[in-house]
């Protein structure tokens, strides 16, 4: 009996992207023959029983990257193709006037569209009509799709409103445990290592960080403060002003790591006591469920984040850390000699976060979940 074949296209995310490759294409390929096709990197390859195909060679030219889009479907004829962007729905929508009318195609909506990193550096008015444009081609090739998956709530609810008729499943973004390198936690006494992840710029909380770390030394210059940074600047702009707040931050060590590979990643917050998320608090991240939050209650570490509604709807922080307001350093920092001063308050949060991600936010809960959806797409 022939193996039906899923395909994964995406023009934004590597094909080894956590969601795409170790959560979603493993779960399927324990069933289906899976494909990962991207524009980003250049690698032909198979990773046990999944192919994977990518060429950025023409990454800045979107009429190529559709016809690569196009080409490499035709190589493998998928009976079901999942998108990650609009660009790669407008691809499978063309493939599948062209070659193949019966394939399914799945959006995966896991990002605002169009978001502030499409519209940044540009005047007001190119602005407002990029938005608009960039909307309008979400909505048409979201009407061209089959149904959705979505990573959270709130970046569900349009399409749920304007597409009421199309199948959809909620799929979040919960580590599968086997990729977490878990142990407890414990302060050492007279010091203590704050975390930092992700792209490093001001819209994602990292001056908040330093300013916290800095208030924090100067009302208790004793404690001996380091940060650890795992991350990456995307614009000068971010490395200038990184730079400079290293700079300024002389009483405080400062450690940084580039970006990581997925599975190396839980190991490199083993030492660090406390992770933060202090980005601003504006309409974009207010409805944005970072996945950052259940990776780090799968490795057990208390947190503190700025007071996300997207957050506070899918889990509880307060059992495991503190909802902040992300410029109030003074607050901040009481909370952080609160657990100096309080071990057995750390260690409940420690413990009570990984039982967190055991009991309720782990990929094992859902991975049925998600295999099942697909697999109506296949009848």
């Known amino acids: 009996m022939e193996i039906d074949t899923i395909v994964f296209l995406t023009s934004s995310h590597s094909a080894y992207d956590d969601r795409i490759f170790y959560h979603q294409a493993k779960s399927l390929a324990k069933i289906f023959k899976v494909v990962i096709i991207s524009t980003i990197g250049n690698i032909k390859t198979e990773v046990g029983n999944i192919s994977i195909l990518s060429d950025d060679s023409d990454a800045s030219d979107k009429k190529k990257k559709i016809e690569f889009f196009r080409q490499s479907l035709r190589q493998f004829n998928p009976k079901t193709i999942i998108c990650s962007e609009p660009l790669s729905l407008y691809a499978a929508h063309r493939y599948k006037k062209a070659f193949q009318k019966k394939v399914k195609i799945i959006y995966d909506v896991t990002e605002w569209y169009p978001s502030k990193k499409n519209l ?6 190119k602005k407002i009509l990029t938005f608009f444009r960039l909307l309008l081609f979400n909505l048409y090739t979201s009407s061209l799709c089959d149904g959705f998956i979505f990573g959270e709530y709130y970046k569900s609810l349009p399409f749920r409103i304007l ?5 959809w499943e909620i799929v979040s973004y919960f580590p599968d445990l086997s990729y977490i390198n878990y142990r407890k936690s414990n302060l050492n006494p007279g010091q203590i290592c704050l975390g930092y992840t992700g792209k490093i710029s001001v819209e994602k909380g990292i ?4 300013d ?9 210059p004793d404690i001996d403060v380091k940060l650890k940074i795992i991350g990456w600047c995307l614009s ?17 060590s400062v450690e940084l790591l580039g970006r990581q590979d997925f599975e190396n990643f839980s190991d490199k917050l083993l030492d660090i006591d406390i992770l933060f998320d202090l980005r601003k608090l504006d309409f974009e991240n207010n409805h944005c469920l970072a996945i950052k939050v259940f990776y780090y209650a799968a490795c057990g570490k208390p947190v503190i984040y700025s007071n996300i509604k997207a957050i506070k709807r899918e889990i ?7 909802f902040v307001n992300p410029v109030d350093s003074e607050i901040i920092s009481c909370h952080i000699v609160n657990y100096i001063q309080n071990p057995d ?8 976060a990984r039982k967190l991600a055991e009991i309720n936010y782990n990929w094992g809960i859902i991975e049925s979940r998600f295999t099942d959806f697909i697999t109506k797409f296949q009848n």
Not at 120 to 125: K, Q, T
Not at 207 to 210: A, I, R, V, Y
Not at 236 to 252: G, P, Q
């Open 345 to 352: 308050l750390y260690r409940m949060h420690c413990g009570a």
């Open 316 to 322: 509880d922080v307060t059992k495991f850390g503190y």
């Open 236 to 252: 000068a702009d971010d490395k200038s002003t990184f730079e400079r707040l290293c700079r300024e931050s002389i009483n405080v």
């Open 163 to 167: 597409f009421p008729y199309k199948k």
């Open 120 to 125: 940044e550096g540009l005047p007001v008015h």
């Open 212 to 220: 916290v770390a800095n208030t924090l030394k100067s009302k208790n």
């Open 207 to 210: 001056k908040n960080f330093f």
